[in-house]
T-cell receptor, first 115, second 111 residues
């Protein structure tokens, strides 16, 4: 079975632009979470979606938004990019939603560079 | 809110030597604790987890971690490291719908 896939793998944007990152969860997984990992730091939680609804949001500005589609894939959108948005964006999928102790499986990430 | 502190940012170690990576957490409720490993230019892979039961948990590649409630710690150990263990290691605590990660420990194994 394929693991979590993310696209693109690398992306270069300039300040003020908009970006869309994509994630496909493991087949059968209904929950998708997004994390931002700035160089030299641990990942920071951005969003969790379960059954196409937002179930949790981290401390990120409204420039960050996301959605989940009927096939459980997800998009993360970032508007008005800042230099500080440069990071590795990780997507994780899990079998069920917020309740329970189910494991989160991570994708390889999208490396975003903002110039 | 639950949080995690990893006490060592970098740990250099010789091949076949033991290694310990320290992790402390803060929580007032039941905890679910995890260690993830990140190899260069890759995503995170789960190394091991503590959910309940035995306080000593082991991974398939020789790592082990011990949950110590009184010391609020979840230190990771391996008795003999390999060059291939060179990576960044993250301790994390699950809080409802999200994982909260420490800042990471970079392990560099030298021959």
């Amino acid at each position: 079975d394929a693991g979590v896939t993310q696209s693109p793998t690398h992306l270069i944007k300039t300040r003020g632009q908009h970006v869309t990152l994509r994630c496909s969860p493991i087949s059968g997984h209904k929950s998708v979470s997004w994390y931002q990992q700035v160089l030299g730091q641990g990942p920071q939680f951005i969003f969790q979606y379960y059954e196409k609804e937002e179930r949790g949001r981290g401390n990120f500005p409204d420039r960050f938004s996301a959605r989940q589609f009927p096939n459980y894939s997800s998009e993360l959108n970032v508007n008005a990019l800042l230099l500080g948005d440069s990071a590795l964006y990780l997507c994780a999928s899990s079998l069920i939603g917020p309740a329970g102790t189910n494991e989160q499986f991570f994708g390889p990430g999208t490396r975003l560079t903002v110039l | 809110a639950q949080s995690v502190t990893q006490l060592d940012s970098q740990v250099p170690v010789f091949e076949e030597a033991p290694v310990e990576l320290r992790c402390n957490y803060s929580s007032s409720v039941s905890v679910y604790l995890f260690w993830y490993v990140q190899y260069p230019n890759q995503g995170l892979q789960l190394l091991l987890k503590y959910l309940s039961g035995s306080t000593l948990v082991e991974s398939i590649n020789g790592f082990e971690a011990e949950f110590n409630k009184s010391q609020t710690s979840f230190h990771l150990r391996k008795p003999s490291v390999h060059i291939s263990d060179t990576a960044e290691y993250f301790c994390a605590v699950r809080n409802d719908y999200k994982l909260s990660f420490g800042a990471g420990t970079t392990v560099t194994v030298r021959a």
